[in-house]
T-cell receptor, first 117, second 112 residues
Framework: DSGVTQTPKHLITATGQRVTLRCSPR?????VYWYQQSLDQGLQFLIQ???????AKGNILERFSAQQFPDLHSELNLSSLELGDSALYFC????????????????FGPGTRLTVL | DAKTTQPNSMESNEEEPVHLPCNHS???????IHWYRQLPSQGPEYVIH???SNVNNRMASLAIAEDRKSSTLILHRATLRDAAVYYC?????????????FGQGTELSVKP
């Protein structure tokens, strides 16, 4: 158990709909990362937040957005869903991703499996 | 982002050492070398990381070439539970906050 929780575990929805995936980082971790894993694209970095602020952006579609709240949990919002958005979505957290305190570890949650029909 | 190259797959026998290679010829001075693994139906799991010197932890050892253009993850005694996809990743911490850019990885199978 990594200490990172993600809800829901599974989500089945239809094209055109909007969903919200939730992530609670490990206690004390300030940084949250979102990744998408699909069969054709592999594991892709989407976006990172650090203490409530967006830190880095990857291949995240404009239809997707994220935020990190004052209690440090994060939500990934996916809208106008398409069949190709079906994937596993992982959240990870780390203690301090910056500078001399960097310890190299990200802890991944169990993922949310999204199926778009 | 600097690129890494790994073999697509490797096989090992249980209780034997495994050496998983990774080439990263375009590595820069501030790139850390990370290894993560993903067991079936699970999220990725941190294995080890290093900058210039060899590193050991309870899971594995990381051997880094002197010129840093390649590295090897060493599992000292493979178990069936080590069957996973192993990812070698370079991370530029100071500029990019430690995001992980995954490649295809090496799928390790372990035979009893």
């Amino acid at each position: 158990d990594s200490g990172v929780t993600q809800t829901p575990k599974h989500l089945i929805t239809a094209t055109g709909q909007r969903v919200t995936l939730r992530c609670s980082p490990r206690s004390g971790d300030l940084s949250v990362y979102w990744y998408q894993q699909s069969l054709d694209q592999g594991l892709q970095f989407l976006i990172q937040y650090y203490n409530g602020e967006e830190r880095a952006k990857g291949n995240i579609l404009e239809r997707f957005s994220a935020q990190q709240f004052p209690d440090l949990h994060s939500e990934l919002n996916l809208s106008s869903l398409e069949l190709g958005d079906s994937a596993l979505y992982f959240c990870a957290s780390s203690t301090n991703p910056l500078g001399i305190s960097y310890n190299g570890k990200q802890f991944f949650g169990p993922g949310t499996r999204l199926t778009v029909l | 982002d600097a690129k890494t190259t790994q073999p697509n797959s490797m096989e090992s026998n249980e209780e034997e050492p495994v050496h998983l290679p990774c080439n990263h010829s375009t590595i820069s001075g501030t790139d850390y070398i990370h290894w993560y693994r993903q067991l079936p139906s699970q999220g990725p799991e941190y294995v080890i990381h290093g900058l210039t010197s060899n590193v050991n932890n309870r899971m594995a050892s990381l051997a880094i070439a002197e010129d840093r253009k390649s590295s090897t993850l060493i599992l000292h005694r493979a178990t069936l539970r080590d069957a996973a996809v192993y990812y070698c990743i370079l991370t530029r911490v100071y500029n990019q906050g430690g995001k992980l850019i995954f490649g295809q990885g090496t799928e390790l199978s372990v035979k009893p």
